[in-house]
């Protein structure tokens, strides 16, 4: 992990380990820690070397296999999520991955946990067992394991139960997903879950898309959604404007975490990054 973040504070943005380990056999507990731990990183495989046992996941035990599974579609889920944050190491050279003492002060020595862009913290278990010491900085965080706000600065014991992972995302993102939480579809077809509290606050995202291959962004550009989120308790105002190239096939729907509908109406569950979150669908402006 140390090497990871340093080397992505360092301008090698393409960079990931090798699942499951290049070297030894890897055991089921083990490997399925490998695959909770590096699903959000910029790269993204599994590979060993030769002469050891093989570590494809259908190699592996049943549980082992599902949670390979479910990871690796938790990643394709969020391939929009991704695919901006490598907009801006292009145009900018922003780091997809970086510790927390780039973004917050106060955390020089922690070098086990990371945020994958500006709005998503992982703090993955590296060691057996289901516990750790977790950093929530400062801030509200929704924790999506346990599917409740936190607030931070805060250092916290942290158990997962089942098959989770801990994330937490920070108050005011707006996370584009494949629609439904998908692992196919174009990054034209998108689902916008919105992580607001009850404050009045604001905040906004410029979403942008393209093919989603080769280079014709360069000669055509790209297309953009600006979207603005109001929250003045107990309304949300969410407005839209989508333009540029394929504005007229984009389709998007929008989602609420973190607040109880006025109404009291169940929520819609939607896969998200290993969990499941109960979120309310609402319409933008």
């Known amino acids: 992990m140390e090497i990871a973040l340093n080397l992505s504070l360092s301008g090698m943005a393409f960079y990931g380990a090798d699942v499951g380990g290049f070297g030894g056999d890897a055991e089921d507990e083990n490997y399925s820690a490998w695959f909770k731990a590096l699903f959000l990183f910029p790269f993204f495989r599994n590979h060993c070397a030769a002469k050891q046992k093989k570590q494809e996941p259908w190699e592996m035990g049943d549980k082992t296999l599902d949670t390979a599974r479910r990871y690796i579609k938790a990643r394709y889920a969020l391939l929009p999520y991704l695919y901006n944050l490598f907009i801006a190491q292009e145009e900018k050279g922003s780091p997809i991955i970086t510790p927390l003492l780039y973004h917050f002060?106060?955390?020089?020595?922690?070098?086990?946990?990371?945020?994958?862009?500006?709005?998503?913290?992982?703090?993955?278990?590296?060691?057996?067992?289901?516990?750790?010491?977790?950093?929530?900085?400062?801030?509200?965080?929704?924790?999506?394991?346990?599917?409740c706000w936190i607030d931070g600065p805060l250092t916290m014991d942290y158990q997962v139960n089942g098959d989770g992972t801990p994330v937490f995302v920070r108050e005011g993102s707006i996370i584009p997903i494949r629609k439904a939480g998908r692992c196919t579809g174009g990054l034209n077809e998108v689902d916008f879950v919105c992580f607001v509290g009850s404050e009045k606050k604001s905040w906004t995202l410029d979403y942008r898309y393209d093919e989603g291959n080769g280079f014709l962004y360069r000669e055509q550009g790209d297309g953009t959604v600006a979207i603005s989120i109001s929250v003045s308790n107990p309304s949300i105002v969410i407005k839209k404007k989508v333009h540029g190239p394929g504005a007229e096939n984009f389709k998007e729907r929008f989602f609420i975490v973190g607040q109880v509908s006025e109404t009291g109406e169940p929520g819609v569950e939607i896969p998200f990054a290993g969990s499941t979150l109960v979120a309310r669908p609402v319409e933008a402006n």
């Open 105 to 147: 002060d106060g955390y020089p020595y922690v070098d086990d946990q990371f945020m994958v862009g500006d709005s998503i913290m992982q703090a993955p278990i590296m060691t057996p067992g289901n516990r750790r010491k977790i950093e929530i900085p400062e801030g509200r965080w929704f924790d999506i394991c346990q599917n």
